[in-house]
DNA sequence: TATTGTTATACTCTATAACTATA
DNA sequence: TATAGTTATAGAGTATAACAATA
């Protein structure tokens, strides 16, 4: 082993080696779905609708960790694909609501399969207590931080 | 708790949660570095620099993982904070070579101190066994793997 | 006044590809 | 021809801020 360096070096860090899976992993990911014609801001925004619909835009900001303005640009690309429709919110003059389409809502499990698949390419050989003892510390690190993508608008 | 759902969620993935974790750990990062007046990038090719001086903007690209052009415009930024220069390389009239400035070369300590910092905030009251343990899955994960481009920090 | 959503602007990160100057 | 580096272009991702419509 070298000297250590009174400099700290950039694999020192776990920050680092975490970016550094992270990276790979999702940038697979997002070959993945590009294939489907779509990237993975636009996966996640499509998860979220299949679980609540019709939501608001800035609904979705706050379950996303974005400004209005990143959902607003995300949101107009996906009804220019046709996978996501926006109406008006009958309750609220203001008020968008946003839907999947039928096309959107195929689209769906295709991509959560992808993202199955994902998983397994890169963790299926885990030992299933690795896997969970892993899963577990990543869940309770947010937990324990209160980590939440909240950006100021 | 609710039905399990036919279509996979976006946290029952493994590498959901990492890149949750890992982004939340960079951009701290990456608004500490920002008041210094870089960017994590520029940090990492700085930190490449100090191990190896001067060198090749090609071999930089190998060693971070990028194209030779998004080097170029990596160093470019930097040569225009005066914290490194480029230079002729004398064996080939193709090459260049770059180092550190000496603002430059004062600087890396500064920001490997933030990313100790950085590592400390969201890693110091780990319990040192879980703390190896992660560090060592994912390294000997990137071993595995054969992994290879690095990420920005 | 406060809120919802849109739009304009800007910047980082990064890729591809064309181009120049050597080798 | 092959390689080193630059530059042009593009697009994702995301932010801030100004704005219009409505509450």
Redesign the pocket.
Known sequence: MAVQSSVSGLDSHLGYWLRYVS?HVSQAF?RKVEARGV????W?LMRHLLDEEPL??????EH??????????????LVAKSLVV?AA?P????????SLTPAGRALVPELAALADANDAEFFGDLDPDAYATLLDFLTQFVERRGLK?E???
């Open positions: 990276n997002a990237t993975v801001a636009e996640v608001a835009p800035s609904r979705l900001a996303m960790g974005m400004t209005r303005g990143a959902v607003s640009k995300l949101a107009n690309r926006a919110n309750a609220d003059g203001r008020g968008q609501i946003l993508s950006p100021v608008d």
